[in-house]
Nanobody, 121 residues
Framework: QVQLVESGGGLVQPGGSLRLSCAAS????????MAWYRQAPGKQRELVAR???????NYADSVKGRFTISRDNAKNTVYLQMNSLKPEDTAVYYC???????????????WGQGTQVTVSS
Protein backbone atom coordinates (compact mmCIF):
# COMPACT_ATOMS: atom_id res chain seq x y z
CA GLN A 1 0.00 0.00 0.00
CA VAL A 2 2.89 2.34 0.81
CA GLN A 3 6.38 2.21 -0.65
CA LEU A 4 9.53 4.00 0.52
CA VAL A 5 12.38 4.34 -1.96
CA GLU A 6 15.79 5.54 -0.77
CA SER A 7 18.63 6.96 -2.80
CA GLY A 8 21.93 8.74 -2.31
CA GLY A 9 24.17 6.18 -0.62
CA GLY A 10 27.67 5.36 -1.76
CA LEU A 11 31.37 5.41 -0.96
CA VAL A 12 32.87 8.58 0.50
CA GLN A 13 36.18 9.48 2.11
CA PRO A 14 36.38 10.45 5.79
CA GLY A 15 35.37 14.08 6.21
CA GLY A 16 33.18 13.97 3.14
CA SER A 17 29.44 14.46 2.71
CA LEU A 18 26.46 12.57 1.37
CA ARG A 19 22.77 13.37 1.09
CA LEU A 20 20.21 10.59 1.40
CA SER A 21 16.66 10.90 0.10
CA CYS A 22 13.58 8.78 0.78
CA ALA A 23 10.36 9.24 -1.17
CA ALA A 24 7.09 7.74 0.01
CA SER A 25 4.32 6.81 -2.40
CA UNK A 26 1.09 4.84 -2.52
CA UNK A 27 -2.08 5.03 -0.42
CA UNK A 28 -1.02 7.91 1.80
CA UNK A 29 -3.48 10.02 3.74
CA UNK A 30 -0.93 11.57 6.03
CA UNK A 31 2.64 10.95 7.12
CA UNK A 32 3.43 11.50 10.78
CA UNK A 33 7.03 10.94 11.91
CA MET A 34 9.76 10.17 9.39
CA ALA A 35 13.14 8.86 10.44
CA TRP A 36 16.47 7.44 9.40
CA TYR A 37 17.93 4.36 11.07
CA ARG A 38 21.18 2.57 10.37
CA GLN A 39 22.59 -0.89 10.92
CA ALA A 40 26.27 -1.70 10.84
CA PRO A 41 27.53 -5.29 10.41
CA GLY A 42 27.09 -7.24 13.62
CA LYS A 43 25.18 -4.45 15.34
CA GLN A 44 21.55 -3.68 16.07
CA ARG A 45 19.61 -1.18 14.02
CA GLU A 46 19.75 2.25 15.67
CA LEU A 47 17.89 5.51 15.29
CA VAL A 48 19.94 8.21 13.57
CA ALA A 49 17.44 11.06 13.31
CA ARG A 50 13.70 11.66 13.45
CA UNK A 51 11.47 14.49 12.24
CA UNK A 52 7.82 15.08 13.05
CA UNK A 53 5.21 16.34 10.61
CA UNK A 54 5.63 19.75 12.20
CA UNK A 55 9.37 19.77 11.71
CA UNK A 56 10.64 18.98 15.21
CA UNK A 57 13.80 16.91 15.13
CA ASN A 58 15.92 14.72 17.34
CA TYR A 59 19.28 13.06 16.69
CA ALA A 60 21.49 10.32 18.03
CA ASP A 61 24.31 11.80 20.09
CA SER A 62 26.85 10.31 17.69
CA VAL A 63 25.62 12.41 14.76
CA LYS A 64 24.59 15.68 16.44
CA GLY A 65 26.18 18.65 14.72
CA ARG A 66 27.13 16.60 11.66
CA PHE A 67 23.83 15.27 10.26
CA THR A 68 20.67 17.21 9.42
CA ILE A 69 17.26 15.68 8.79
CA SER A 70 14.63 17.56 6.81
CA ARG A 71 11.43 16.81 4.93
CA ASP A 72 9.31 18.11 2.09
CA ASN A 73 5.72 17.34 3.00
CA ALA A 74 4.45 18.24 -0.47
CA LYS A 75 6.71 15.56 -1.95
CA ASN A 76 6.35 13.03 0.91
CA THR A 77 10.13 12.97 1.04
CA VAL A 78 12.65 12.97 3.87
CA TYR A 79 16.33 13.84 3.54
CA LEU A 80 19.44 13.21 5.58
CA GLN A 81 22.37 15.53 4.97
CA MET A 82 25.50 13.88 6.34
CA ASN A 83 28.63 15.99 6.77
CA SER A 84 32.03 15.29 8.33
CA LEU A 85 31.51 11.59 7.79
CA LYS A 86 33.55 9.11 9.83
CA PRO A 87 34.37 5.45 9.20
CA GLU A 88 32.07 4.54 12.09
CA ASP A 89 29.16 5.99 10.11
CA THR A 90 29.49 3.06 7.70
CA ALA A 91 26.21 1.16 7.69
CA VAL A 92 23.06 0.39 5.76
CA TYR A 93 20.73 3.35 6.22
CA TYR A 94 16.98 2.73 6.35
CA CYS A 95 14.14 5.19 5.97
CA UNK A 96 11.06 4.78 8.18
CA UNK A 97 7.70 6.50 7.99
CA UNK A 98 4.61 6.35 10.19
CA UNK A 99 1.77 6.59 7.70
CA UNK A 100 -1.97 6.99 7.97
CA UNK A 101 -3.13 4.83 5.07
CA UNK A 102 -5.83 6.41 2.91
CA UNK A 103 -7.72 3.19 2.20
CA UNK A 104 -8.62 2.48 5.83
CA UNK A 105 -7.24 5.43 7.87
CA UNK A 106 -5.17 3.05 9.97
CA UNK A 107 -1.65 3.98 11.03
CA UNK A 108 1.25 1.72 10.22
CA UNK A 109 5.05 1.79 10.07
CA UNK A 110 6.83 1.38 6.74
CA TRP A 111 10.49 0.81 5.86
CA GLY A 112 12.62 1.41 2.84
CA GLN A 113 14.91 -1.23 1.36
CA GLY A 114 18.06 0.37 2.74
CA THR A 115 20.99 2.14 1.12
CA GLN A 116 24.66 1.41 1.82
CA VAL A 117 26.89 4.19 3.10
CA THR A 118 30.59 3.38 3.26
CA VAL A 119 33.10 5.84 4.69
CA SER A 120 36.63 4.78 3.83
CA SER A 121 39.85 6.14 2.44
Amino acid sequence: QVQLVESGGGLVQPGGSLRLSCAASGSIFKINNMAWYRQAPGKQRELVARITSGGSTNYADSVKGRFTISRDNAKNTVYLQMNSLKPEDTAVYYCNAIVVVSTNLLTDSYWGQGTQVTVSS
